[in-house]
């Protein structure tokens, strides 16, 4: 009988066991997970956090148990895996009971990716939270309860009580700008607490268009949230628990300080086996995602990808992609070797009552670097038809190759509900198959008076850059 060994109960690892063994019910698959938690929605911990989502188990898609017993995969959660050994092809797990060594013909690392803890004084302090993990949650959701009896988050769903602080009075600051940050300085203000944001950058969501972020910045100072753009955050300053945050120019006494600086792929188990990193400092897989090493495959937020448009190695960790090349795995692995399709960098976030989207390259550095000759138009246009109840508006950002007219790629903003996360997949799949603004302009899409105007936004969007160009 083959062996399947998995390193990582998340998206990327248990979404390749789980089709793996669907594939091949033969097939042995064995799972090593260092926490107690699997396959569960980390996108929705700022949402717990705010209190929208009641308890954790509200996150989790399938328990260990149903993998275990009705999916017949061998979970080992609470086992950390601390060695690959190619030669031997096998992997030594330190668990409960003690070290374990499995062997594998098939090996899938699935380690995912860690909180960047920026290197500044006073990040070990107590009131100094990161949200990486399910437990991260707990505690930051322990946090909101405590120190406000009376918000949506009423009471603490499990977990240690927050014994640094009875009731929080002062402000509270969330360091960076990018999806976290602002996901739950929503989720502090909806709690009643006052938000400090602190970007190191000029503006908020960088990896979107400069309209995108300064229609989102504009928003969260309508919404209260105190924005310090292109500040450097010194130190954390205070005696066993945070009190407050120091920049060049200012000293601000806070209760607490949520980072949300980023993570970075957690590629040491794979370094220390042999496995090549590739030029994002992820792991280097092929369009299967094998390494380097025969039959080790890498998937999900450790890993990197090919980019659709630049088609260069490209890391984004975001869960789709962790779901598509898990799949993949689990069917080559299965024996029907299978792709999971290149990354466009898509994403959306919510930022209280305006949501927004991007995908592909916006960046004309990135651009020129790939070989392009970058434009850029934007756009204002309303959501509805005009004789229609409403006055919604849609920010649209297309960025296109001059010389051939290629969309490179799109950005959009608007009220939520408005339509620029749904609007955004038509630009995806037109970044996607690289098809010109023209083409894009005489796109078929769907038009009623409550959703758009006979001319989308993005078909507008389109033709004015077609002008452009």
């Not at 190619?86 to 098939?106: I, L, M, N």
């Not at 960088?206 to 130190?235: I, P």
């Not at 030029?279 to 937020?301: C, F, K, Q």
């Not at 297309?398 to 959009?412: E, H, I, Q, V």
Request: proline content about 5%; some cysteine.
């Amino acid at each position: 009988m083959s062996t399947f060994v998995v390193v990582g109960g998340d998206a990327a690892g248990m979404s390749a066991a789980s089709k793996a063994k669907r594939d091949d019910p033969d097939l042995d698959v064995v799972v090593f997970e260092k926490g107690e938690w699997v396959s569960y929605g980390a996108c929705g911990l700022p949402y717990y956090v705010k209190g929208e989502i009641q308890t954790l188990d509200d996150l989790v898609s399938v328990t260990p148990e149903e993998f275990r017993e009705d999916r017949d995969i061998d979970l080992r959660t609470g086992h950390e895996v601390v060695e690959i050994d190619p030669d031997d092809r096998s992997v030594t797990a330190e668990g409960p009971d003690g070290e374990v060594v499995q062997a594998y013909d098939h090996l899938l690392i699935a380690t995912g990716a860690a909180a960047v803890v920026p290197d500044i004084p006073g990040v070990d302090r107590e009131g100094v939270f990161t949200l990486e993990s399910m437990s991260d949650g707990r505690d930051l959701r322990d946090f909101v309860a405590r120190s406000r009896e009376s918000s949506p988050a009423e009471q603490p769903d499990s977990g240690p009580a927050c014994h640094f602080l009875e009731n929080c009075e002062g402000p509270v600051a969330v360091v960076g700008g990018g999806y976290i940050g602002i996901e739950m300085a929503e989720a502090l203000a909806h709690n009643d607490f006052e938000v400090h944001l602190f970007q190191r950058g000029e503006r908020v969501l960088k990896g979107f268009s400069e309209a995108t972020s300064e229609a989102v910045a504009e928003h969260l100072r309508d919404e209260d949230v105190v924005l310090y753009l292109d500040t450097e955050v010194r130190e954390l300053a205070g005696g066993d628990r945070v009190e407050a945050v120091v920049t060049d120019d200012d000293r601000l006494p806070v209760e607490m300080v949520l980072l949300g600086t980023g993570v970075r792929p957690r590629t040491g188990l794979a370094e220390s086996a042999g496995v090549d990193l590739g030029p994002t400092g992820a792991i280097a897989a092929d369009r299967y995602r094998e390494t380097n090493l025969p039959d080790v495959y890498a998937a999900g937020d450790c890993a990197e990808a090919r980019h659709v448009v630049t088609g260069t190695p490209s890391w984004v960790p975001l869960a789709l992609t962790a779901n598509r090349h898990g799949r993949a795995v689990g069917q080559t692995v299965a024996g029907n070797p299978s792709v999971g399709g290149g990354v466009a960098g898509t994403a959306a976030v919510k930022a209280f009552q305006m949501e927004a989207a991007r995908t592909g390259v916006l960046d004309h550095d990135v651009a020129r670097e790939a070989g392009f000759e970058p434009v850029t138009e934007t756009i204002d246009a309303k959501a509805q038809a005009g004789y229609y109840p409403g006055e919604g508006t849609v920010t649209v950002t297309l960025c296109a190759d001059r010389p051939t007219g290629r969309l490179l790629g799109g950005s959009l903003v608007s009220e939520f509900g408005e339509g620029a996360v749904h609007r955004s997949h038509a630009l995806v799949g037109a970044v996607t198959e690289g098809v010109t603004v023209a083409e894009l302009a005489n796109y078929d899409l769907a038009y009623a008076p409550p959703f758009n105007t006979t001319w989308d936004p993005i078909l507008t969007a389109a033709k004015v850059l077609e002008g452009e160009l």
